[in-house]
C-alpha cells in the first residue's frame, strides 16, 4: 500500500493518523514540522499535496485542521526506536528507524514507542530475540515491572527492582547478570510484546 510513497510522506501519513486517532483531529503544519524534523512548511505542504493526490488523504472544507485519512485502519504507528542518537529527547526523529502498527486500544492517550529485541536475556519471560516489545514512556517503575531503561548510552529491557540502596535491573535468564546502579534512568515499562513468524 505504501510502496508509492517515499520514506518522509509515510512518516507523514503516520503522524495524520495517529493524531486522528488519538485527538480526534490532525496535526498543524507545523506541529507535523515538528514532528519529522522539516523546517520548512511548504516542504510538509507539498508532501500532504502528493498524499492527496494518491489518495491516502482528503482535505474536507477550507478550514485549518480538516486533513483525514482515506482508510483510517484502527491502528496506531508506533515508532520504532533503533540506535539512540538524540539523548536529550527519546522519540526524537533521529532515534526512529521505522514505525510499528498497533491496536488503537492499547492506550492511545499514551506516548508510546516499540524496542526491538537483540538478545536472549528476557527469555523466561515469554520475550524472544527479535520481539517487538511495545513500551510506555515514562520515568517511574514499581519492583516486578518490565522497563526499557538507559544504561550506559544504550537501551535495555530487564525487570526493575529497587530496594533503596541500590537499583538492579534483573534479567529473567540466569546466563545475563544483574545491572545494578545507585541511579537508572527508566525510560518506559512494557506494556506487550509482538511477535512476526
Known sequence: MYSKLSPKQTEILMIINNCLSVNGYPPSIREICAK????ST???????????????????????????TSYLPK?????ILGKIVDCDYILSVKNITGYYPVRD???????LFILKMTDD???NNGIL??????????????????????????????????????????PSNNSYQPIIR????????????????
Do not use: W
Request: aromatic share 8%; hydrophobic share 40%; charged share 25%.
Open 75 to 79: 491502528h496506531l504507528y508506533v515508532p
Open 36 to 39: 519529522t524534523g522539516l523546517k
Open 105 to 111: 486500544e492499547f492506550s492511545p492517550n499514551k506516548e
Open 129 to 170: 530475540i527479535n520481539d517487538y516489545i511495545l513500551i510506555q514512556k515514562q520515568n517511574i517503575a514499581k519492583n516486578g515491572d518490565i522497563v526499557a531503561a538507559f544504561v550506559d548510552n544504550k537501551l535495555t529491557v530487564k525487570i526493575f527492582f529497587n530496594d533503596k540502596k541500590n537499583v538492579r535491573l534483573q
Open 42 to 68: 511548504s516542504s510538509v505542504h507539498a508532501h500532504i499535496c502528493t498524499l492527496e493526490r494518491l489518495g491516502f488523504i482528503e482535505k474536507r472544507g477550507l478550514k485549518k485542521r480538516t486533513l483525514t
Open 182 to 197: 545507585n541511579n537508572i534512568d527508566v525510560i518506559g515499562k512494557a506494556i506487550g510484546v509482538f511477535r512476526t513468524l
Open 121 to 123: 536475556s528476557m527469555i
